[in-house]
Structure formats: C-alpha cells, structure tokens
C-alpha cells in the first residue's frame, strides 16, 4: 500500500499570510495526487487534482504542486473561511489512500 | 446539477445489518466509478472501495473486504454498501463519491455523508 504522509498535522496562521502543507507518499505516484479541504460536519470537497490542476470554482489562492514522492498545497493569501482540515489522497494505484489530515486553525 | 444524494442517517444495534444508498443524478452514471469512504468520529478519511456501475467492476480496500458489501443498480442510477453484521466500531459517518478518467480518479462529486450509529 502507499502510505502518504502530511506534515504539519496542524497549524496556526492569521488571515492574509501564506500556508504550505506537505504530503510524502512512500513510493512514486508520479502526479496522481489530489486534495480536498473538509470543514467541520460537512462532505470534503476537492480542491486540486493531478498535483496541480484547480478544480473548476476554486479560488486561484489555491495552488499544488510536486510530483514523484513530493507534493505541496499553497494558500498564497488565507481568507477566514480556509480554516479547515485539508487532505492528500492518490489515486495511483488502489488500494486508494489519504493522507492524515493537516487542521488549520486561526492563528 | 450534478450530484450524489445518500439515504439518511441510521442507528441500529450490534449484530444488526444495514444497506444504505448513494443515488446519482444529472450525468451518465455508467460511465464513473462510485466510491466509498469511512470517517470516524474525530478521525480521518479511509477508503473502502469502489465500484464501476457500467460493469459492476470493482475494487475493495483490504482493510473492508469481507466485512462491507458494494453494489450498485444501474436502472436507478444507485449504489449500496452494506453490513451483514454490525459492530459498534462501524459507528462512523460513510460518505459516497464520484471519481472519473477525466480528473485521473479524482473525488469530484461527493454525497453528504450518512451517519451510523452502533450502539446496544
């Protein structure tokens, strides 16, 4: 199985700045990885697949990239309502996998 | 509008069985996998299976083969997953998902969960 790894677990940043998360997978996934944001008692929504391609309606604040074992999300400016958890998932081979999670909370 | 619509929440006890449904509507639903996830309380997300409705081929995660059951009816644009006997573990909320060729497999279109409860 591939295992992906997201650091950091959680974060604390204010409105306007710049957030980077990671997500390591164990063995090359070329850039068959996507992510979602998920906010408390709702569905996940995908935010950017293939590593770097932007879902259609989400915000150009968003942006991935990466490819390989190493992949980012960037949030260029946070707006209050990014806070959220967000998620890594690839969808190389199955069985399919997510990353742990990384909670963005206001700093 | 494209969109996934799951059944509705459900609490039941230990040893019970459950199906619950995940209908799709306004695309051709033959033609893109239909996913399943478990989300536990406080928890991440954990792929179960998936399966394509043109074919009914499918594919399960080892962690929920055997113990969870996917299929789907075509006629009527729905997919099931069901438990023959539950367990208090299974407590979670299931989302449904829809993923495609066009996007390399990812979830675009997700359902708005349903949420079991095991509990005596």
């Known amino acids: 199985d591939i295992q992906l790894t997201q650091s950091p677990s959680s974060l604390s940043a204010s409105v306007g700045h710049r957030v980077t998360i990671t997500c390591r997978a164990s063995q090359s996934i070329n850039n068959y990885l996507n992510w979602y944001q998920q906010k408390p008692g709702k569905a996940p929504k995908l935010l950017i697949y293939a590593a770097s391609s932007l879902q259609s309606g989400v915000p150009s604040r968003f942006s991935g990239g990466g490819s390989g074992t190493d992949f980012t999300l960037t949030i260029s400016s946070l707006q209050p309502e990014d806070f959220a958890t967000y998620y890594c998932q690839q969808s190389s081979s199955t069985p399919l996998t997510f990353g742990g999670g990384t909670k963005v909370e206001i700093k | 509008e494209v969109q996934l619509v799951q059944s509705g929440a459900e609490v039941k006890k230990p040893g019970e069985s459950l199906k619950i449904s995940c209908k799709g509507s306004g695309y051709r639903f033959s033609n893109y996998w239909i996913g399943w996830v478990r989300q536990m309380p406080g928890k991440g997300l954990e792929w179960m299976g998936s399966?394509?409705?043109?074919?009914?081929?499918?594919r399960y995660s080892p962690s929920f083969e055997g113990q969870v059951t996917i299929s789907v009816d075509k006629s009527i644009t729905t997919a099931y997953v069901q438990w023959s006997s539950l367990k208090a573990s299974d407590t979670a909320m299931y989302y449904c998902?829809?993923?495609?060729?066009?996007?390399?497999?990812?979830?675009?279109?997700w359902g708005q969960g349903a949420l079991v409860i095991v509990s005596s």
């Open positions: 399966i394509y409705p043109a074919d009914s081929d499918m």
């Open positions: 998902m829809r993923s495609g060729s066009s996007n390399q497999n990812a979830f675009d279109i």
